[in-house]
């Protein structure tokens, strides 16, 4: 069967930002922003499901937009 994982705690949405070009202070620097999920127990838990284990993760969410 495998061994298995069982996660319980954080899932959270990191936001990034990146500029374009080196930062010019006082001033506006566009550049990208980039979303994904994160957290040390989502981590831990994606991370065994790669390596072949059957993994569960139980969290809390939100009732916003990420939560959702």
Not at 13 to 35: A, H, Q, T, Y
Not at 41 to 52: D, R, Y
Request: overall charge negative.
């Amino acid at each position: 069967m495998g061994p298995y994982v069982l996660g319980i705690g954080a899932a959270n949405i990191d936001l990034m930002g990146r500029s374009r070009e080196p930062i010019v202070w006082e001033d506006s620097n566009p550049g990208f922003i980039g979303m994904s999920v994160g957290g040390v127990t989502h981590n831990i838990c994606e991370n065994a499901a790669k390596m072949g284990a059957r993994v569960t993760l139980i969290t809390a969410t939100g009732d916003d937009l990420h939560g959702q």
